[in-house]
């Protein structure tokens, strides 16, 4: 998947993930989701979240092995989370905090685990931007996120992540997220960084895809928006498709 990541990055080709918090998911509503990636692709389901409060992560793996070839990526909040029916995880470092524990204390206990997974490991640069509320990753990290209007901040940070060896960067407004993650601090990591970036919270609309996307994001993480609202799927494949179609052209 890294390899699939780093082609879209070199050609420019969009992507969208949406994200399936376990402890959330309804299986009619997955069920109807999944009968409309035909006509709306989803180039990956992240599977995951903070806090999950069951034993879901493999009934929801497995309902989308059953219906879709999608890859199903991990996005795990401890290595509790580790569910081996997966494809991959991002591994995540979250370098916006200084709680060392999420920047190397989880990956120790994970790590052998993960070694016999035969999951794909996805190192990550995971950047927490403040939303304007308290997000559970914040609480639950006891980490303070990077400030909303300091792009240069996020810029630094991402820089020294791929200094240290990390192969995506990650910019997380949090699920629910009042506002999503600026365009600027999207594009002030696009101008330093070369691996792709992802960009997910609150992004609810065409118009917030968009601006991430245009701002510099590889890869958007859509999840309350499309569980809100269905019909923002339709929506946000119209805004990849024509990204997308402008390359074909190029
Ligand atoms: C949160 O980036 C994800 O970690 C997605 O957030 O649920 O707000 O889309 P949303």
Not at 182 to 205: F, H, K, Y
Request: charged share 15%; glycine share 10%; with cysteine.
């Amino acid at each position: 998947l890294l390899t699939i990541l780093r082609n879209n990055k070199l050609t420019g080709r969009k992507a969208l993930a949406v994200l399936l918090d376990p402890d959330k998911v309804e299986q009619d509503a997955l069920i109807a989701l999944l009968s409309r990636t035909g006509q709306y692709p989803i180039d990956f389901f992240l599977v995951g979240g903070s806090l999950v409060t069951d034993y879901v992560h493999r009934d929801v793996i497995a309902t989308l092995r059953q219906r879709t070839t999608t890859p199903v990526v991990l996005f795990p909040g401890n290595p509790l989370h580790i569910e081996p029916s997966a494809d991959a995880i991002l591994f995540l470092s979250l370098i916006s905090g200084r709680n060392s524990d999420f920047l190397i204390g989880q990956h120790v206990i994970a790590a052998p685990l993960l070694k016999k997974s035969g999951l794909e490991i996805l190192p990550t640069g995971y950047m927490l931007v403040d939303s304007g509320t308290q997000t559970t990753v914040s609480y639950i990290s006891g980490t303070i996120p990077l400030p909303y209007d300091k792009p240069g901040v996020a810029a630094c940070t991402a820089m020294a992540g791929e200094m240290l060896g990390l192969q995506l960067m990650y910019l997380d407004a949090g699920s629910g997220a009042r506002r999503p993650v600026p365009a600027e601090m999207i594009a002030a990591v696009r101008e330093v960084v070369d691996t792709p970036i992802i960009v997910g919270g609150g992004i609810n609309s065409g118009e917030k895809a968009y601006n991430a996307l245009k701002a510099g994001a590889d890869l958007i993480v859509v999840g309350n928006g499309i569980e809100q609202n269905p019909e923002l799927l339709p929506e946000l494949s119209a805004v990849i498709r024509e990204f997308n179609q402008s390359i074909v052209q190029a």
